[in-house]
């Protein structure tokens, strides 16, 4: 039997327009200027990964975090446009959070984990790496491929210090067949319960996870969608800055596709700071799986976020409300 655990591996502090506004400007050059000097419109959101742990396969996880270098050496590990661009405050992690303790209140070791399926290789999904040095990296071809390119000529898409961490990498080249809607996949494992389907946009070659459970399927979306609200692409879209945001919208219909096809789609975002991933999702995936009786609640809760034609219902668009304090903290509502 597969199981699938929610692993809250930190935090990191965000411009709210950034999650929030692309709908509002945070497109292109001017989205990097806006996040380099909007200081007054921060939020907190988790860093999530997602471990697997396959009868057959073995663990496989599912982005890995941040180390605790990144977060608490920022100035000392970020060199170079990296260091001007990000506050050494970007993020929190405990001890507690760290990979090895998350592995290890599950009763797992960082040795146990065989494969990273990287859904994409910015730094809060691969910083984690340097704790999983026998890992096998696995990604796909497109988002390897373009590690070296660089947003307007020199701001990198990857930091190479984190991936070098990674002694065996695997690119995939979705040679798997179409999945439903998707025009190719991947099957990671033998018995095709957990497929990789290309989802770019976020990055040139980012890609989600499907996993196949007992009565539902779980679809681990990386940041094709920070948040489940950003499955309402029409009412809130995420920062963008480089020329291949057209193609993150077009994932995010075809997941929303993909959820209209299979009606037990459960979708699990990166980053969402929600009742939805603090009160339903993560509980039940806590214990590596999720019960009829907690599915019926992530319907009942998606009803209240969603209309029937999949808009945001009105009271759950995103506002910000600052916070009280001198770091421009705030939260969000809706």
Request: aromatic letters at 10%.
């Amino acid at each position: 039997m597969i199981k699938v655990f929610a692993l809250r591996l930190g935090s990191t502090k965000v411009p709210f327009g950034q999650f929030y506004g692309g709908l509002d400007g945070w497109r292109g050059a001017r989205a990097v200027l806006r996040f380099a000097t909007d200081k007054k419109h921060f939020i907190i959101v988790p860093i999530h990964a997602y471990l697997i742990d396959h009868p057959e396969e073995g663990l496989i996880l599912v982005d890995a975090g941040v180390n605790w270098r990144q977060t608490h050496e920022h100035g000392d590990y970020y060199r170079g446009i990296a260091h001007y661009l990000f506050d050494d405050d970007e993020y929190q992690l405990t001890r507690d959070e760290e990979l090895p303790a998350a592995l290890a209140r599950l009763g797992y070791r960082v040795e146990d984990v065989r494969k990273v399926v990287a859904t994409h290789l910015h730094e809060d999904h691969i910083g984690g790496l340097s704790y999983l040095p026998d890992a096998e990296l696995v990604i796909s071809r497109g988002e390897w491929e373009n590690r070296d390119w660089k947003l307007f000529g020199f701001l990198p898409m990857v930091y190479q210090p984190s991936l070098q961490a990674a002694r065996k990498i695997t690119t995939i080249d979705y040679a798997s067949g179409a999945f439903e809607n998707f025009d190719a996949s991947h099957d990671l494992t033998a018995d095709g319960t957990v497929k990789l389907l290309p989802t770019p946009g976020h990055t040139p070659g980012h890609l989600c996870v499907l996993v196949r459970l007992d009565g539902y399927q779980l679809l681990i979306t990386g940041d094709t969608l920070y948040t489940l609200r950003h499955l309402a692409n029409d009412d809130v879209q995420a920062f963008g800055a480089g020329d291949w945001v057209p193609n993150q919208n077009a994932s995010i219909r075809r997941i929303a596709e993909l959820r209209r096809r299979l009606p037990e789609l459960v979708l699990a975002p990166g980053h969402d700071h929600s009742d939805y991933q603090f009160l339903h999702l993560a509980p039940g995936l806590a214990k590596g799986g999720l019960t009829p009786e907690e599915l019926a609640g992530l319907r009942a809760y998606e009803e209240t976020v969603f209309t029937a034609e999949g808009r945001l219902q009105p009271e759950a668009i995103p506002r910000f409300v600052p916070g009280p304090g001198a770091d421009h903290v705030g939260r969000v509502t809706g």
